[in-house]
């Protein structure tokens, strides 16, 4: 099932504090993934394991999705920015990897704003949801200039 919702609002208090909303309405979109996971969360009644492709240094999305009752996995394929959020962010709750980890079924599966970069979409949307739980839920976004 596919959901599109507006002006989502954070209903648990994110691990930093979130910043300004910027004229791209990156906060915003960032309070709709907090609010997601969050809900996902309370549904299932359970910690979940979330996978954060194209994490980049999470400086902008997983410093704030990493936290109590989340076991966060961020891949990204540049290295200079998983070693800073490794340095940063890393933990027994948050890793990171230039590739997604076979072994592992995710909970929530999040495409901030980088599917737009990669060549065949499609294929790695396919090639993550057998990943999914049964109950999973997939969050992704593109950039519209509009927030």
Known sequence: MVRFVRNAELTTPAPYPLPEEDIFGNIKKLRFILKEIAEHKLRTGRDLTVLDFGCGNAAVLGKYVIGDGIRYVGVDFHEPSLAYARAHFGGSNATFASA???????????????????????????????????DGIVIGSVPNGYG
């Open 100 to 134: 997604v980890p076979d072994d592992l079924v995710f909970d929530v599966i999040l495409y901030a704003d980088v599917l737009e970069h990669v060549h065949d979409p499609l294929g790695i949307l396919s090639a993550h949801v057998r990943q999914l739980a049964p």
